[in-house]
C-alpha cells in the first residue's frame, strides 16, 4: 500500500451499502448479499491493520432497518450472530476491541450477549473495531441531549456551560476521535444518519463499487484520496503553509 504513514487517516468510518443490489444482480435473495459483505468486513479489517487506520466504524444496521421484511431482519441478526462466534477469538487474537455504538437494547439478546462477551474480554486493546447497530445519528443526539437536559435539572450543570465537549461527552464513544474518512460504497451520495455530529470535518469517498466487490484495490483507492486532501477544518492556509483563520 504505497501511501505515505503521515496521511493515513486515523479513524475511517465507512457506510457499507450495496447488499442488496450485489445479490439481485446475481439473482440470488438479498441475504446472500449480505453473506458476502461479512466475508468484506473481515478483508478491510486486515487493510486497516495493514495501513495503520488505528479505529474503524462501520455502519451494520440502522433503527430505520427495522422496517424491512422481518425475514429479511432474521436473516441479518443471524448472520451477526455467527459473525461474532467466528471472528472474536480472531479480534481477541489480533488484539482488536470490539465496541457497539447504538440502541442495543433493540438487539435480540442472543446476539447482544455473545456481541458484550466480546467487547468485555477485548476492552483493554488499543485498535478499535466499531460497530455501529440499531443506530441512528439523529438518536444519538436526542440521547446526548437528554442526559445534559437531566444534569441540567439536577443542578450539576448551567445552561451557560454547555459547549461542543459537553455534548461529545455524552455520545456512545466520546474517546474515539472523530472519523477522519468517511468512504461510502455502492455510489448512494447521502450520510443516511450516520454520524451526524462526528461528521463535522470528516472527509469523504464514494466509491460505485459494492459493499461485497470492496477489495483492496479500492480502499487503497481511498486512502490515496485522502492523502490528496488539503483538510483545513474551516482555516485557509497562511503563506508560510501554516493554518489561519478565515
Not at 440502522?62 to 451477526?80: F, H, K, V
Not at 460504497?185 to 460505485?208: D, H, K, M
Request: net charge negative.
Amino acid at each position: 500500500m504505497e501511501v505515505s504513514e503521515h496521511r493515513v487517516p486515523r479513524h475511517i468510518a465507512i457506510i457499507m451499502d450495496g447488499n442488496g443490489r450485489w445479490a439481485k444482480q446475481r439473482g440470488e435473495p438479498r441475504l446472500a448479499g449480505h453473506e458476502a459483505g461479512s466475508e468484506t468486513v473481515r478483508c478491510v479489517l486486515n487493510y486497516c491493520r495493514d495501513a495503520g487506520v488505528r479505529y474503524l466504524t462501520l455502519y451494520a444496521f440502522s433503527t430505520e432497518n427495522w422496517s424491512r421484511p422481518q425475514d429479511e431482519i432474521d436473516g441479518l441478526m443471524a448472520l451477526l450472530g455467527t459473525f461474532v462466534k467466528k471472528y472474536g477469538a480472531d479480534l481477541v487474537e489480533r488484539q482488536v476491541r470490539l465496541r457497539v455504538i447504538g440502541r442495543r437494547e433493540d438487539l435480540p439478546a442472543e446476539v447482544r450477549r455473545p456481541l458484550e462477551d466480546v467487547e468485555k474480554e477485548t476492552a483493554g486493546f488499543g485498535r478499535q473495531l466499531i460497530i455501529a447497530l440499531s443506530y441512528s445519528g439523529r438518536s444519538e443526539l436526542v440521547r446526548a441531549m437528554r442526559h445534559i437536559a437531566e444534569e441540567v435539572r439536577a443542578g450539576t450543570l448551567l445552561p451557560e456551560a454547555i459547549d461542543e465537549a459537553t455534548i461529545s461527552a455524552q455520545l456512545y464513544a466520546p474517546d474515539v476521535p472523530d472519523p477522519d474518512l468517511i468512504i461510502r460504497t455502492s455510489g448512494e451520495l447521502r450520510i443516511s444518519n450516520f454520524l451526524l455530529w462526528q461528521c463535522a470535518y470528516s472527509e469523504f469517498f464514494v466509491t460505485p463499487v459494492l459493499w461485497p466487490d470492496f477489495r483492496e484495490e479500492a480502499f487503497t483507492e481511498a486512502l490515496t484520496a485522502y492523502a490528496k486532501r488539503d483538510r483545513r477544518y474551516g482555516g485557509v492556509k497562511s503563506s508560510d503553509g501554516q493554518e489561519a483563520p478565515l
